[in-house]
């Protein structure tokens, strides 16, 4: 069945290690969102791409690196992960920006902790 | 003052109630409007969006008040499983902001027994 999927689902690691989260859509949509979420704030957009090989950044951000080589995956590399980024972390992906409705989908979720 | 804010709850309600939420938005360039639902440690769903009339699905019911920067969701005859976070989210005109949704923290529903 066709969708969004992330992994993997749950991550601990280590202050200063390199984490890549990933993020794989099935169809075909131009826009691909990271958010996280914690508690208090709801969900913040980290980066987010309007297509291949076009990506922006969000609200929060510093300490994240994305790219998109394909329309299908985003993936979202934590460089030299630090407590602060322990969260839950939300791909999400949209048809199409424009001025219509556009509601996005979002992945299962990553949990991820920095110890 | 953050760009959109809601009552984080909790509501707490018998089955069959009615309850309402509103949420308000600071930015007046918001384009579009929706409510997601979010059960516990799930991704965020999408429940509605809210278009300028209002608009009714079932037993819920979604206004938006542009004047006063505000959407409200009412929920009728509320059910054991309606239980979940609800998150008013807004995005701004795309060619500014990227179709960027932003979301409020959420107001938390308990419908109980």
């Known amino acids: 069945d066709a969708g969004i999927t992330q992994s993997p689902r749950y991550k601990i690691t280590e202050t200063g290690r390199q984490v890549t989260l990933m993020c794989h859509q099935t169809?075909?949509?131009?826009?691909m969102f990271w958010y996280r979420q914690d508690l208090g704030h709801g969900l913040r957009l980290i980066y987010y791409?309007?297509?291949?090989?076009?990506?922006d950044k969000g609200e929060v951000p510093d300490g994240y690196v994305v790219s998109r080589s394909k329309t299908e995956n985003f993936p979202l590399t934590l460089e030299s992960a630090t407590r602060s980024q322990t969260s839950v972390y939300f791909c999400?992906?949209?048809?199409?920006?424009?001025?219509?409705?556009?509601?996005?989908?979002f992945g299962d979720g990553t949990r991820l902790s920095i110890l | 003052r953050k760009e959109v804010e809601q009552d984080p709850g909790p509501f707490n309600v018998p089955e069959g109630a009615t309850v309402a939420f509103n949420c308000t938005y600071s930015?007046?360039?918001?384009?579009?409007f929706f409510w997601y639902r979010q059960d516990c440690r799930k991704e965020p769903k999408l429940l509605m969006s809210?278009?300028?009339s209002g608009n009714e699905d079932g037993r819920f019911t979604a206004q938006l008040n542009r004047a006063s920067q505000y959407i409200s969701l009412l929920i009728r005859d509320s059910k054991l499983s309606d239980s979940a976070t609800y998150l008013c989210?807004?995005?701004?005109?795309?060619?500014?902001?990227?179709?960027?949704?932003?979301f409020g923290a959420g107001t938390i529903l308990r419908v109980k027994s």
């Open positions: 999400a992906s949209s048809v199409g920006g424009g001025v219509s409705n556009q509601p996005q989908h």
């Open positions: 169809w075909s949509h131009s826009y």
């Open positions: 791409s309007a297509a291949a090989d076009i990506t």
């Open positions: 930015n007046s360039a918001s384009q579009s």
């Open positions: 809210v278009y300028s």
């Open positions: 989210v807004v995005t701004f005109h795309p060619m500014e902001y990227g179709n960027k949704l932003v």
